[in-house]
């Protein structure tokens, strides 16, 4: 994972949290994607459950069936490096 994407989430972190809420209770159920464009530029998106990728979506469902409700999730993503995406599991009760 990109050292300026983990950079951009850390010093986020509490934005993307009220972005997600926000986003979740206007749409529905989704993920924050956080996509690293090129070396400066991050794109911060709200992808509702029926635009997820199928396989995307399938392991963000099992992760809901185990894990607590308060629990969002983050996919971080970066372009130049598709093959080290991951999503970061965030407990709403332990960020309060």
């Not at 464009?37 to 992760?63: A, C, F, G, W």
């Amino acid at each position: 994972m990109s050292t300026n994407l983990l950079n951009f989430l850390q010093s986020n972190y509490q934005e993307l949290i009220q972005i997600y809420i926000t986003e979740r209770k206007g749409k529905g159920d989704g993920i924050l994607m956080i996509t690293q464009m090129d070396n400066e530029k991050v794109n911060v998106n709200y992808l509702t459950n029926d635009i997820i990728p199928e396989q995307l979506l399938l392991d963000i469902n099992n992760r809901r069936e185990t894990n607590k409700n308060s629990i969002i999730y983050f996919y971080l993503s970066s372009l130049s490096d598709l093959e080290t995406s991951q999503i970061v599991e965030i407990d709403l009760d332990n960020n309060k």
